[in-house]
């Protein structure tokens, strides 16, 4: 059993440029979330989706869209990237919406 | 501003003394409080939670204490082991649980 996966690892990004990044969970879990972890601000959350078809803003949305088509994926765009969104992404996923949420290893993005 | 606030970025402890982890929030309307671990590298690993309903729970060598008038949470380590030597975030939600709010972290180092 995988989790949750994230790809890519990490990318270095020109400033302007459309980004997916990429998030599968394996665990049928219904919620699924967004981070980015930046130096001195923890975990923020961008986006977030109770169930499939659904989504929802969290503290950062803006730059950013998601999509939930079905249960197991969670992709996050960046439209066009700028580099103030040079950070960690984190995608988690939780069986319930308040639920502990699993993480996965997260996406090391540079936009330069 | 941060609903969450992590006052300490760092912790040091000698193996086998108590670790203690501090967390304060704003929100009087946070009533679901998580711990969570985090190894370099990797994403954050859940590790403990607590209602408002409670001012204590225990799960072996971690209990996590919540003082709601003071709107402060800790997260007692006894006795600590290098293993836990790692980046500890706490995270608070409202009763919607649609959003978490992560503190900055605190990093613990266990000396052997």
């Known amino acids: 059993i995988a989790g949750i996966t994230q790809a890519p690892t990490s990318q270095i990004l020109a400033a302007g440029r459309r980004m997916t990044l990429r998030c599968t969970q394996d665990m049928r879990h219904n919620a699924m979330y967004w981070y980015r972890q930046d130096l001195g601000l923890g975990l923020r959350l961008i986006h977030y989706?109770?169930?499939?078809?659904?989504?929802g803003k969290g503290e950062v949305p803006d730059g950013y869209s998601v999509s939930r088509a079905n249960t197991d994926d969670f992709p996050l765009t960046l439209a066009s990237a700028v580099p103030s969104q040079t950070s960690v992404y984190f995608c988690?996923?939780?069986?319930?919406?308040?639920?502990?949420?699993?993480f996965g290893p997260g996406t090391r993005l540079t936009v330069t | 501003d941060q609903q969450v606030k992590q006052n300490s970025p760092s912790l040091s402890v000698q193996e086998g003394r108590i670790s203690i982890l501090n967390c304060d929030y704003t929100?009087?309307?946070?009533?679901?409080f998580l711990w969570y671990k985090k190894y370099p590298a990797e994403g954050p690993t859940f590790l403990i939670s607590?209602?408002?309903?409670?001012d204590k729970n225990e799960d072996g060598r971690f209990t996590v204490f919540l003082n709601k008038s003071a709107k402060h949470l800790s997260l007692h380590i006894v006795p600590s082991q290098p293993g836990d030597s790692a980046v500890y975030f706490c995270a608070a939600s409202e009763y919607n649980f649609n959003k978490f709010y992560f503190g900055s972290g605190t990093k613990l180092n266990v000396k052997p």
């Open positions: 929100n009087s309307m946070f009533d679901y």
């Open positions: 989706s109770n169930t499939a078809g659904t989504t």
């Open positions: 988690a996923s939780s069986d319930s919406a308040g639920g502990e949420q699993y």
């Open positions: 607590i209602s408002s309903i409670k």
